[in-house]
T-cell receptor, first 114, second 110 residues
Framework: ETGVTQSPTHLIKTRGQQVTLRCSSQ?????VSWYQQALGQGPQFIFQ???????GRGNFPPRFSGLQFPNYSSELNVNALELDDSALYLC?????????????FGQGTRLTVV | SQQGEEDPQALSIQEGENATMNCSYK?????LQWYRQNSGRGLVHLIL?????REKHSGRLRVTLDTSKKSSSLLITASRAADTASYFC??????????FGKGTRLSVIA
């Protein structure tokens, strides 16, 4: 167990709807990253938050947005859901932003868009 | 885009055998990390090797890094059925976050 918790674990949404996924980071970690993992693929970086500010973004459209709260927990919001958004969404926390640290992953939220 | 590419895509071995997985990447890196994923759930960090290191050990795991060839290998010795999982390499370059490969699916048959 990494101490990173995500909710919900599974979710089914209809195309065009909006969804919010939540992540509680490990105690003492101020950096949270979100990844999308399609079936059979490796995780793809969506964005990272450091001390409540976005600190980097991958190649995802603006309908993917996020927040980080003062307690360093985080949300991922996806608007206008498309079928291709069906994936496992992973949250990872780190004790600081920067390269020489491992990432601690939650168990993920499996999103299915129908 | 994916920086790392693992080889092979899938590997099936008998319990007790050694498993070797390889990772190639494209740009210079700060470090390379290996993660394990069971049944499409969360990733578990296995080992981090910095760009100025050539080899690192952790229990039954041995990781090598060859920056001149832009490649790394993960060796799992004396494999167990519980080692069955997908294994990913991930690289850190500059200020970019972790970039993952597509993974190697390892099956260890009892």
């Amino acid at each position: 167990e990494t101490g990173v918790t995500q909710s919900p674990t599974h979710l089914i949404k209809t195309r065009g709807q909006q969804v919010t996924l939540r992540c509680s980071s490990q105690s003492g970690h101020n950096t949270v990253s979100w990844y999308q993992q399609a079936l059979g693929q490796g995780p793809q970086f969506i964005f990272q938050y450091y001390r409540e500010e976005e600190n980097g973004r991958g190649n995802f459209p603006p309908r993917f947005s996020g927040l980080q709260f003062p307690n360093y927990s985080s949300e991922l919001n996806v608007n206008a859901l498309e079928l291709d958004d069906s994936a496992l969404y992973l949250c990872a926390s780190s004790p600081w932003t920067g390269s020489n640290t491992e990432a601690f992953f939650g168990q993920g939220t499996r999103l299915t868009v129908v | 885009s994916q920086q790392g590419e693992e080889d092979p895509q899938a590997l099936s071995i008998q319990e007790g055998e050694n498993a070797t997985m390889n990772c190639s990447y494209k740009t210079s890196i700060n470090n390379l990390q290996w993660y394990r994923q069971n049944s499409g759930r969360g990733l578990v960090h296995l080992i981090l090797i910095r760009s100025n290191e050539r080899e690192k050990h952790s229990g039954r795991l041995r990781v090598t890094l060859d920056t001149s060839k832009k490649s790394s290998s993960l060796l799992i010795t004396a494999s167990r059925a519980a080692d069955t999982a997908s294994y990913f390499c991930a690289t850190y370059s500059g200020n970019t976050p972790l970039v993952f490969g597509k993974g190697t699916r390892l099956s260890v048959i009892a």
